[in-house]
């Protein structure tokens, strides 16, 4: 995994080059009809007015949310990824760990990926009970290490060992210990459930989208390179396969 010392370079250059990348591989990435942004956007009430989404990226939660009436704040530090929020909200550039907003303006604060990039995870979340009402929600969702099966550790293996790389996925919410640090910002977890879902390869342009949209701080593009090579060679052989991105979302009461 990349040093803290440079971990903030990586996330830089990679939002910088690689806008939205993210968020076209969790919007084709299944588990039935949903993906986890509508998975993340079926926690929050009709009646919430004003949502504040951290870490937003591309804007793919404020899409999945925007209704008449409702407002959705979108707050990232990558002026590249709020460039592509378009009119499903208001884009905001600011700093997770010190959001630009007034304490108790919020009904619902969410993060998709917001947990799994920024550190220290505990002032992320104190920022983010700040900014909420009393009784307010905040909605978090990030990569879990489970639910995976023997068939997808297998397949993972193959992949990694392709790559010449021994990956490991930074920023899992499993890593946090939220237990501990929700309530020491004041909130209350009142539900903590995980979903498998899966991106299916099916050819060259699948496999570069799923290994250039994931966070692999240990990865040369030779490797992303030598990765992409076999998903094409395991397709030619077994046809379309699927890898698979388990998801972790917590919901909390302030």
Do not use: C
Not at 214 to 229: F, K, R, T, W
Request: charge should be positive; charged fraction near 20%; hydrophobic fraction near 45%.
């Amino acid at each position: 995994m990349a040093r803290p010392s440079d971990w903030s370079g990586y996330l830089t250059g990679f939002h910088r080059d690689r806008a939205g990348a993210i968020e076209a591989v969790l919007t084709r990435s299944r588990a039935g009809d949903d993906n986890p942004y509508r998975w993340l956007a079926r926690a929050v009430s009709p009646s919430s007015n004003l949502v504040v989404d951290v870490a937003s990226g591309a804007g793919p939660v404020a899409r999945e949310l925007a209704q008449p009436g409702r407002t959705v704040v979108s707050v990232d530090r990558a002026h590249s990824e709020l460039a592509l929020v378009g009119e499903s909200g208001v884009a905001v550039q600011g700093d997770a760990l010190h959001l630009p907003l007034a304490s108790g303006a919020a009904d619902v604060v969410t993060t998709s990926m917001g947990l799994a990039v920024i550190t220290p995870a505990a002032q992320v979340l104190a920022e983010m009970a700040r900014v909420l009402r009393p009784g307010g929600m905040v909605v978090l969702l990030g990569p879990s290490v489970r639910p995976t099966s023997a068939r997808d550790a297998r397949e993972l293996a193959l992949l990694f060992a392709a790559m010449r790389a021994r990956i490991r996925f930074p920023g899992v919410l499993e890593r946090i210990g939220l237990s501990a640090v929700l309530p020491a910002v004041g909130l209350r977890k009142v539900e903590d459930a995980r979903e498998r879902y899966q991106f299916t390869v099916s050819g060259r342009t699948d496999a570069e989208m799923v290994l250039n949209g994931m966070y692999l701080p240990n990865a040369d593009p030779e490797q992303i390179a030598a990765g992409v090579s076999h998903l094409v060679r395991r397709i030619s052989r077994l046809g379309p396969l699927t890898l698979p991105i388990p998801m972790r979302r917590v919901i909390a009461i302030k």
